[in-house]
């Protein structure tokens, strides 16, 4: 069988990309693209990079390009606090300290984060199409769900609680707009 090489994958040090700290020294794995004849290098165009600060502590970047003519930019990084971004080098903006996922918007004005939680298909009316759920270890101590109502477009956004025997509905807010309360 014909082996065609479209790109390299190449394991060497990178360069700091912008914001990094001084002292920062990086290793990554980089995704260089040809065109299809080989003849043509596009560049990387993906990188897998681990990191530090010049201190303890290291860092895990994705980078990601839209385009041959741009250089790869960080996509998603998680920190040596497990916290995550996307879109941001900085996760856990605020401050939490522990395990946040940070989801940065663009770059323009009213461009916020999106969490987007998505069920492939609901075909019958009470099934899920997302949920937030809120544990204490692996016993659910609360969520927020939502359910689709009557028909693909419309859904019932729900809340739940627990006072100790489970997690029951306490509240919902109905696809039309009426609220509910208790069971």
Avoid: C, H, K
């Avoid at 290793?27 to 993906?46: H, K, L």
């Avoid at 998680?78 to 879109?87: K, T």
């Amino acid at each position: 069988a014909d082996r065609f090489q479209y790109g390299n994958i190449n394991f060497s040090g990178v360069s700091a990309q912008g914001g990094e700290a001084a002292g920062t020294t990086m290793q990554g794995i980089t995704w260089q693209v040809n065109s299809y004849n080989g003849t043509t290098n596009y560049g990387n165009q993906a990188q897998l990079v681990v990191g530090n600060n010049g201190s303890i502590g290291t860092f895990m970047g994705f980078f990601t390009s839209g385009n041959y003519s741009v250089a790869p930019v960080e996509a998603i990084r998680i920190d040596s606090a497990q916290n995550v971004g996307i879109g941001t080098d900085s996760p856990d903006l605020t401050g939490f300290g522990w395990n946040v996922l940070t989801v940065m918007g663009g770059t323009g004005t009213g461009e916020a984060g999106v969490l987007e939680l998505a069920a492939p298909s609901a075909n019958n009316n009470g099934e899920n199409l997302g949920i937030i759920s809120f544990n204490n270890g692996s016993t659910r101590t609360a969520q927020i769900g939502a359910t689709r109502a009557s028909s693909t477009t419309d859904a019932d956004l729900s809340f739940w609680t627990s006072a100790g025997s489970g997690i029951e509905e306490r509240m919902r807010i109905t696809g039309i707009g009426r609220v509910v309360i208790g069971g």
